[in-house]
Nanobody, 123 residues
């Protein structure tokens, strides 16, 4: 599975961005998917996860109610709608495919990782 994240950019605090992640293989529809991020000097952290059919989602407390993860299995696409962005959301965002069908908050539970996309939120 090859993953490619896109949609990052520079936005002012309070603004919105929508990230996309394109997957290359049909097995995408069988796997849970997730978004992670890594800020400079910080460890990678979980942002959001979604089950294989979109029926279950989970979010980090820091983004709950502001971010929405979704997927379109017919297009092999994963999305992350980010609203009410703050400078603390500045990071490189990565999409990842889980080893199983349900989402996980743990990085080792993800088998495939895409190249990240930079999100910068100015104050």
């Amino acid at each position: 599975v090859q993953l490619q994240a896109s949609g990052g950019g520079l936005v002012q605090a309070g603004g919105s961005l929508k990230l996309s992640c394109a997957a290359s293989a049909r097995t995408f529809s069988n796997n849970g998917m997730g978004w992670f991020r890594q800020a400079p000097g910080k460890e990678r952290e979980f942002v959001a996860g979604i089950s294989w059919n979109g029926g279950r989602t989970t979010y980090a407390d820091s983004v709950k109610a502001r971010f929405t993860i979704s997927r379109d299995n017919s297009k092999n696409m994963l999305y992350l709608q980010m609203n009410s962005l703050t400078p603390d959301d500045t990071a490189v965002y990565f999409c990842a495919a889980a080893r199983g069908a349900i989402p996980s908050r743990e990085g080792p539970d993800y088998r495939y990782w895409g190249r990240g996309t930079q999100v910068t939120v100015s104050s």
